[in-house]
């Protein structure tokens, strides 16, 4: 098979194989199915990493706007950012594409942001210095190389049970207090899209069951944070207080 260069050859690898790449630009073969399903696969993944920068940021600025992270369940965050952490020591153990997983590490920077928010406004300093230590220490242990690779693939299989436990945490809070607070729906939609987007790319990209699961169950239960919103969307904090007196 004839193969050449381009100007814009070593782009195009970052989303396709060397013969994806010869079949579009030196056969003209523009429909491949293998080859399409591997470029529609990378761009989603490296899109969902880019999106993943910023998804959380609309929940930052509303809780750093309102001074307030009333709503807000810090459990839920605790669950959810030791679900990130896992699921990012077993990628790296797995030596997977950062394609497949790169989002999880800026998800991880953004609800370590969040947790100390609710610790600032809920007038918890010392909260504030103890957690980020900690949670340090807690990464470096699980991605320096210890952990052996059996420990990992059990730890993955766990974190079904995490994911459910801290989105129900938050879906629970809204269904008790009657509002979403200062829950961002621009968030829980970017987050939503992200795992439609995850489920195609984990199941073209690595086939791993574990991972194809975990995706999954974190589309429905956000897609139930996402119904919340919507229903709740004329409901505010200070209306059901004023209802409760």
């Keep these: 098979m004839a193969t050449a260069d381009f100007f814009f050859t070593p782009w195009v690898l970052l989303l396709i194989t060397r013969e994806c790449h010869d079949k579009f630009f030196i056969e003209l073969n523009f429909f491949d199915v293998p080859c399409l399903k591997l470029l529609i696969s990378k761009g989603l993944g490296y899109g969902v990493v880019v999106g993943s920068a910023m998804v959380k940021v609309p929940q930052i600025v509303k809780v750093v706007r309102a001074r307030s992270a009333q709503g807000l369940n810090i459990w839920s965050y605790y669950a959810e950012l030791l679900a990130f952490t896992l699921n990012l020591a077993y990628n790296l153990e797995k030596k997977f594409p950062f394609s497949t997983w790169g989002e999880t590490s800026f998800m991880s920077i953004q609800t370590t942001i969040l947790i100390i928010l609710c610790y600032y406004y809920s007038g918890n300093i010392s909260g504030v210095v103890i957690f980020p230590v900690v949670y340090s220490v807690l990464?470096?242990?699980?991605?320096?190389?210890?952990?052996?690779?059996?420990?990992?693939?059990?730890?993955?299989?766990?974190?079904?049970?995490?994911?459910?436990?801290?989105?129900?945490?938050?879906?629970?809070?809204?269904?008790?207090?009657?509002?979403?607070?200062?829950?961002?729906?621009?968030?829980?939609?970017?987050?939503?899209?992200?795992?439609?987007?995850?489920?195609?790319?984990?199941?073209?990209?690595?086939?791993?069951?574990?991972?194809?699961?975990?995706?999954?169950?974190?589309?429905?239960?956000?897609?139930?944070?996402?119904f919340q919103i919507i229903y709740y969307a004329d409901k505010h904090p200070d209306k059901a207080v004023k209802k409760s007196e």
Excluded: W
Aim: proline fraction near 2%; glycine fraction near 10%.
């Design 139 to 226: 990464v470096y242990i699980v991605t320096c190389g210890v952990v052996p690779v059996d420990i990992h693939t059990k730890m993955q299989i766990g974190i079904l049970p995490i994911i459910s436990f801290s989105k129900c945490l938050q879906i629970y809070e809204n269904l008790r207090n009657g509002h979403t607070g200062q829950l961002s729906g621009v968030m829980i939609f970017l987050m939503f899209l992200g795992c439609v987007a995850r489920v195609f790319t984990t199941y073209h990209e690595t086939g791993d069951m574990a991972l194809l699961a975990n995706f999954l169950l974190s589309l429905v239960l956000n897609g139930i944070l996402l």
